[in-house]
């Protein structure tokens, strides 16, 4: 790719934030998945509290 450096660097902080993401995402997936009815409760519990 040919553009400006400071382009380059948004670029990459993007990507690199978007990969982050996804992988948070994947992580409070499986998290979410091994709760039974019990662990649900508590977990959207400390969702809520959180935000």
Known sequence: M????????????ACARIARDRLLEAAVAARAAQADAKDWK?????????A
């Open 2 to 13: 040919d553009m400006p450096w400071p382009l380059a660097r948004d670029f990459s902080a």
């Open 42 to 50: 508590q977990w959207v519990k400390e969702m809520q509290r959180e």
